[in-house]
């Protein structure tokens, strides 16, 4: 049979000290109210200093343009000298994420937390500069403690900062007879996928694994042993463009300025609205790629999320052979696979987010293919056997 771990006396404890610590400290524990003009000041500048460090960009997509932080529902919350401000800034779906700023006298230090509840056992937490840069990443276990898999780069707000409201942390069990796998054991397969509704989609598929058990002296656990993450993959030119085939093809003194404009806005009409006449099925391949390129990686960062999970499950060696073992944890392999693919599309959703912005490395695979057509059909032009009108946008000067 398989045994979970009974935490509810120990959840109840520390809902009961929680509690108490709560009213303890309930001096220092403040909700902003339109009443207290302090602290509505205090959120006034925590705002005007959000303001100033946020980095101009072109992406309405980009991670600090997509957080709407709304001062109106921050909370206040003082320790010792320093005050923590808390916002709301970003809610789609399972993701929400929120400004956390210190106050310290005059000196301000803040983050984006972002939150994504993967199932209702695991919440990923990512930690990142106010820009979107990560900083560090963790998950908050079914015990409602918060550990910590990964750190790109020293918190700026310190140690201290942690997700608030979760009560003290306490390390997890350690990890007992996980089996170090074959980096070779982990790979990703293409798995076709959808027409997108745009030029191009790359996502996440399913997940397959193989795993057996070993004792830790007490119980039988499992272990992975290969992973195999499918993926999906499509690209094609939106209906009502054509692909640009250049001179000795469809380029002419007619269309090639407007080919050479479709070429450099990377097939996006400058108005926002629908797609471009002219543009080139590889450039779109080439900004897919990129992103498949980011799959294999994003899975192996999984791991440590998988092994912990896996950690959960444990049988009895008592009345259990080996091989009963792994029946029984083969049942639970369809729960233990949905939770894996779950935190893959979300890894690779954070890896990924940066790359929305107008100049970071898919667009730039973009203008590798486009730009040579671009300089050929200019060069083109000004042949003297040609002498083709000049265009008016100055992408061929």
């Given at each position: 049979?398989?045994?979970i771990k009974n935490y509810a006396s120990w959840a109840k404890a520390l809902a009961?000290?929680?509690?108490?610590?709560?009213?303890?400290?309930?001096?220092?524990?403040?909700?902003?109210?339109?009443?207290?003009?302090?602290?509505?000041?205090?959120?006034?500048?925590?705002?005007?200093?959000?303001?100033?460090?946020?980095?101009?960009?072109?992406?309405?997509?980009?991670?600090?343009?997509?957080?709407?932080?709304?001062?109106?529902?921050?909370?206040?919350?003082?320790?010792?000298?320093?005050?923590?401000?808390?916002?709301?800034?970003?809610?789609?779906?399972?993701?929400?994420?929120?400004?956390?700023?210190?106050?310290?006298?005059?000196?301000?230090?803040?983050?984006?937390?972002?939150?994504?509840?993967?199932?209702?056992?695991?919440?990923?937490?990512?930690?990142?500069?106010?820009?979107?840069?990560?900083?560090?990443?963790?998950?908050?276990?079914?015990?409602?403690?918060?550990?910590?898999?990964?750190?790109?780069?020293?918190?700026?707000?310190?140690?201290?900062?942690?997700?608030?409201?979760?009560?003290?942390?306490?390390?997890?069990?350690?990890?007992?007879?996980?089996?170090?796998?074959?980096?070779?054991?982990?790979?990703?397969?293409?798995?076709?996928?959808?027409?997108?509704?745009?030029?191009?989609?790359?996502?996440?598929?399913?997940?397959?694994?193989?795993?057996?058990?070993?004792?830790?002296?007490?119980?039988?656990?499992?272990?992975?042993?290969?992973?195999?993450?499918?993926?999906?993959?499509?690209?094609?030119?939106?209906?009502?463009?054509?692909?640009?085939?250049?001179?000795?093809?469809?380029?002419?003194?007619?269309?090639?300025?407007?080919?050479?404009?479709?070429?450099?806005?990377?097939?996006?009409?400058?108005?926002?609205?629908?797609?471009?006449?002219?543009?080139?099925?590889?450039?779109?391949?080439?900004?897919?790629?990129?992103?498949?390129?980011?799959?294999?990686?994003?899975?192996?960062?999984?791991?440590?999320?998988?092994?912990?999970?896996?950690?959960?499950?444990?049988?009895?060696?008592?009345?259990?052979?080996?091989?009963?073992?792994?029946?029984?944890?083969?049942?639970?392999?369809?729960?233990?696979?949905?939770?894996?693919?779950?935190?893959?599309?979300?890894?690779?959703?954070?890896?990924?987010?940066?790359?929305?912005?107008?100049?970071?490395?898919?667009?730039?695979?973009?203008?590798?293919?486009?730009?040579?057509?671009?300089?050929?059909?200019?060069?083109?032009?000004?042949?003297?056997?040609?002498?083709?009108?000049?265009?008016?946008?100055?992408?061929?000067?």
């Amino acid at each position: 049979m398989l045994k979970i771990k009974n935490y509810a006396s120990w959840a109840k404890a520390l809902a009961l000290f929680t509690m108490l610590l709560s009213a303890a400290c309930q001096k220092h524990d403040y909700a902003l109210q339109s009443s207290e003009t302090v602290f509505t000041k205090d959120v006034a500048s925590v705002a005007q200093w959000y303001n100033s460090q946020l980095i101009p960009s072109t992406a309405d997509t980009g991670f600090a343009s997509l957080n709407k932080p709304d001062w109106s529902k921050t909370t206040v919350k003082q320790v010792s000298d320093t005050r923590t401000f808390t916002t709301p800034a970003y809610t789609n779906g399972t993701v929400r994420r929120e400004v956390v700023i210190n106050l310290t006298g005059e000196v301000y230090a803040g983050v984006v937390k972002q939150y994504n509840k993967t199932d209702k056992y695991f919440t990923v937490v990512r930690t990142y500069s106010i820009n979107g840069k990560p900083i560090e990443e963790g998950y908050i276990n079914a015990t409602n403690n918060y550990h910590v898999t990964k750190t790109w780069q020293k918190n700026p707000m310190g140690s201290t900062l942690r997700v608030m409201g979760i009560g003290d942390e306490s390390p997890e069990p350690p990890l007992q007879c996980w089996i170090v796998m074959d980096p070779s054991a982990i790979i990703i397969k293409d798995a076709g996928g959808p027409v997108p509704e745009g030029y191009g989609v790359t996502s996440t598929g399913p997940i397959d694994f193989t795993m057996d058990v070993c004792s830790d002296g007490t119980n039988w656990k499992p272990y992975i042993t290969s992973i195999t993450g499918h993926y999906y993959s499509t690209s094609r030119l939106m209906p009502g463009t054509t692909e640009v085939t250049g001179p000795g093809g469809n380029t002419n003194s007619s269309n090639y300025c407007q080919q050479m404009d479709d070429l450099n806005n990377l097939g996006s009409n400058p108005s926002g609205i629908g797609a471009t006449t002219w543009y080139m099925l590889s450039a779109i391949i080439a900004h897919e790629n990129f992103h498949i390129g980011r799959l294999l990686p994003s899975l192996k960062e999984c791991i440590p999320f998988f092994k912990s999970m896996m950690n959960t499950y444990s049988v009895p060696l008592t009345g259990n052979s080996q091989a009963s073992a792994l029946a029984t944890f083969t049942s639970y392999k369809p729960l233990m696979k949905a939770a894996m693919e779950r935190y893959w599309n979300i890894q690779q959703a954070n890896d990924s987010m940066a790359d929305e912005d107008w100049n970071a490395g898919p667009r730039q695979a973009e203008r590798a293919v486009v730009f040579p057509m671009i300089t050929t059909i200019c060069s083109f032009s000004k042949a003297p056997a040609q002498n083709w009108p000049v265009c008016p946008s100055g992408v061929c000067p």
